[in-house]
């Protein structure tokens, strides 16, 4: 993974000493908490219902065992004993004080870490596929441009005061892990017919109020280009976003009422302007940031006998490898999710005692590396199948060995309104109650891969349009209503789920899940069409009659 | 605009008297002295003020194109970017447009909601002069407490900016 040299260390450092600053000017009054707040924004600093929020960045998701051991640390002295991952693949702290955040962002740089730009209306931390490096259906590792965006984007004097916050994905593969088509870039690495890398760009997908798919602004962008074409759209949409409205200000909002056509114009004018000059990435540098994410030294001659010996004595391992263990580029290996989604728990949760046991873990079994997903997951990209009924043993002793990546109840949910200033119905308690409703292992096998996602206000941080089933939380006279939409999609067949009709009582909500469900169960073709493929293939129609009866 | 007749400007490290004047659309452009117009003031009377003989500067909204006076760079003596609030950035894109791929070499000022957290940035996007009325924005720069990061992810164009390290796009002040 990426090593600090002496220029990054330092401009962290710095980094600190000016944002200490700004947090004594604050606490003596000198800066009115309209001044201060974009200056704490842009240092991950929010504050929430309760407490002050410390938003840290895991750029790209990707993080090492010393890193993991340090989050934990953070946890147990400046918090409540936990962290909570998010769908930007960071974490956040949900009680730090204002006064102690200077301590921690020191402690953060000491493992090279920071929490710059985790939000304001900058470009935030570029998420990248969770399999980065390891997949097998991979064309290149996404990381190192992530890495390279990320470089570009810290501090731009340019695009720190954006209409809006901006949000960057990238996959290597053609199988969408990273919901590239719902950022306000996304960038999909493909081979050119001569064999030369490059990105498919899309621009202007989104969620929130107003959900969007990305276009295609661009078929192919050669890798030199990268940076130059990012500075372009950023000055477009820096010039030309809205800022009358917020809920207007995302470059999605851009694309739409400017047309695909007429901005792919503007951006390419000024593209062209800039292409040429300083911005260009030379081929050699990129190949030298490539090094600092080679593959660890696997052994492609290992073997599975001892997984498959332990499959088929073992039920309970193998029913969680068939989950949670993802096909490895090298044979012999694998990728592992570690679930963050105990039955009945909060999603994205981990306990600073569970961060140590997953940093043991990856030092031992997978070459001192772990991922964040934006599925609110844990990774272990590089693990050799004879390993894995080790790995289990580990996880099971830490709580974590749930076996349900992928099914009914890996949910993802915002914090909603036990934690957060905007929401208006609450998140958690509805993921855990479906988590307790579906929580049978037998059950949730034979619903199969079913992803629910659940946003306690219309601003969208649990994913809910791209849920198979979305959960959005609203305030309607007073009470807390959830409305349901089906069809929804994050991958390459990105799609905005449909509202299926009027909303349902918090104690009725996980009902009406269930009956989407069990109708799911009784049309489907056979136990392999998936619950995205039945919608499709049917529509709204035996959803609707099931829920709400004929009209 | 906001506060920013100050009768002062913040250029190379300390507070000047201001020789500008801000003109109002309905103001007399006079024969003498340094004068700045709208954007529209200027493009509109333009045949005139090729032939004045004393500075004119142009006050360049945010959401106004700096393109358009592009051909007229003999005729402006200075540009005034406008911060109308310092959380709407569309300056620093006018000014690094200015100076980066128009070439424009006279002063580049920031004039509304200029604050000393932003300086910095400012700086790097080619603004070299600052009217300033935040109190503790003006404290600060008298001491000569600008906070700043140094260390530059991205080239900005800049004559007084220099590579360094192997990474071709990280710069440091010269």
Not at chain 2, 48 to 53: K, T
Not at chain 2, 99 to 118: C, K, M, S, T, Y
Request: hydrophobic share 40%; proline share 5%.
């Amino acid at each position: 993974m990426y090593r600090y040299d002496e220029f990054d260390q330092e401009f962290v450092d710095q980094r600190i000493a000016q944002f200490s600053d700004q947090v004594r000017r604050r606490l003596k009054g000198e800066l009115n908490e309209d001044q201060f707040k974009p200056l704490r924004l842009m240092n991950g600093v929010y504050l929430q219902l309760h407490a002050y929020m410390l938003r840290v960045c895991v750029p790209y998701g990707t993080l090492n065992s010393r890193q993991m051991r340090k989050l934990a640390h953070i946890a147990r002295t400046y918090d409540r004993g936990y962290g909570h991952f998010t769908t930007r693949q960071n974490i956040q702290f949900n009680w730090p004080k204002l006064s102690d955040v200077p301590a921690i962002l020191k402690e953060l740089a000491e493992v090279e870490m920071h929490a710059i730009q985790t939000s304001g209306n900058c470009i935030r931390n570029t998420t990248a596929d969770h399999l980065a490096g390891a997949a097998d259906d991979e064309i290149a590792d996404p990381r190192p441009y992530a890495e390279i965006i990320r470089q570009w984007s810290s501090l731009h004097p340019e695009f720190t005061f954006l209409p809006r916050k901006f949000k960057f994905a990238i996959t290597g593969a053609p199988h969408d892990r990273a919901a590239i088509q719902v950022h306000d870039i996304g960038m999909q690495i493909v081979r050119s017919e001569a064999g030369d890398l490059g990105f498919k760009v899309y621009v202007g997908g989104g969620q929130g109020r107003t959900p969007l798919v990305a276009k295609l602004v661009r078929d192919f962008l050669p890798e030199e280009d990268l940076i130059a074409y990012s500075e372009a759209i950023l000055r477009v949409y820096n010039r030309y976003g809205r800022r009358d409205n917020k809920y207007k200000a995302r470059i999605k909002i851009l694309v739409h009422e400017t047309g695909i056509d007429e901005l792919r114009g503007d951006i390419e004018a000024e593209f062209e302007k800039i292409r040429h000059g300083v911005l260009q990435l030379p081929a050699d540098e990129v190949r030298r940031i490539e090094t600092y994410f080679a593959l660890p030294p696997l052994d492609p001659a290992a073997t599975s006998a001892r997984f498959d010996a332990k499959s088929a004595g073992n039920p309970a391992f193998a029913a969680w490898a068939e989950r949670n263990v993802h096909p490895h580029k090298v044979t012999g290996h694998a990728s592992v999710t570690i679930s963050l989604k105990p039955i009945g728990g909060v999603p994205g949760d981990a306990s600073a005692e569970q961060m140590e046991a997953v940093a043991d873990i990856a030092e031992t079994f997978s070459f001192d590396e772990l991922r964040v997903s934006h599925e609110q997951n844990l990774i272990l990209p590089h693990v050799r199948l004879d390993d894995l009924d080790k790995v289990h043993d580990a996880l099971v002793a830490a709580d974590l060995a749930e076996g349900n990546a992928g099914l009914i109840t890996d949910i993802i949910a915002c914090p909603g309104l036990d934690y957060c200033a905007l929401a208006n119905a609450r998140s958690i308690p509805i993921a855990q109650e479906i988590s307790e409703r579906f929580g049978n292992a037998e059950r949730q096998r034979a619903i199969g891969d079913l992803k629910i996602k659940i946003s306690g206000c219309i601003n969208a941080c649990g994913h809910h349009h791209v849920g198979h089933i979305g959960i959005l939380g609203v305030e309607k006279k007073g009470e807390e209503l959830y409305q349901l939409t089906l069809g929804g999609s994050a991958d390459e067949t990105t799609s905005i789920g449909a509202i299926i009709g009027r909303g349902f009582a918090g104690d009725r909500i996980v009902d009406a899940v269930e009956t989407v469900v069990e109708t799911y169960l009784k049309l489907r073709a056979n136990d392999n069409e998936t619950f995205l493929a039945a919608y499709r293939r049917v529509g709204d129609a035996p959803f609707k009659e099931a829920l709400y009866g004929t009209a | 605009m906001t506060d920013t007749q100050a009768n002062d400007i913040y250029r190379d490290g300390r507070f000047l008297a201001d020789g500008w004047t801000y003109l109002a659309d309905d103001d007399p452009v006079p024969a003498d002295g340094a004068v700045f117009l709208s954007l529209s003031r200027f493009l509109a009377d333009l045949a005139v003020l090729r032939g004045r003989n004393a500075p004119t500067g142009v006050v360049v909204e945010a959401g106004e194109d700096v393109r358009s006076i592009a051909d007229e760079f003999a005729h402006v003596a200075a540009v005034a970017v406008a911060f109308p609030k310092f959380t709407d950035g569309r300056g620093y894109s006018t000014a690094r447009i200015l100076r980066e791929d128009l070439g424009f070499d006279g002063e580049i000022r920031a004039v509304g909601d200029v604050l000393i957290d932003q300086i910095a940035l400012m700086r790097r996007c080619g603004i070299d002069a600052f009217a300033v009325s935040h109190a503790p924005t003006r404290a600060a720069l008298e001491a000569g407490h600008v906070p700043r990061v140094d260390h530059y992810y991205q080239p900005a164009g800049r004559a007084d900016e220099v590579p360094t390290g192997t990474r071709p796009w990280l710069r440091r002040p010269a």
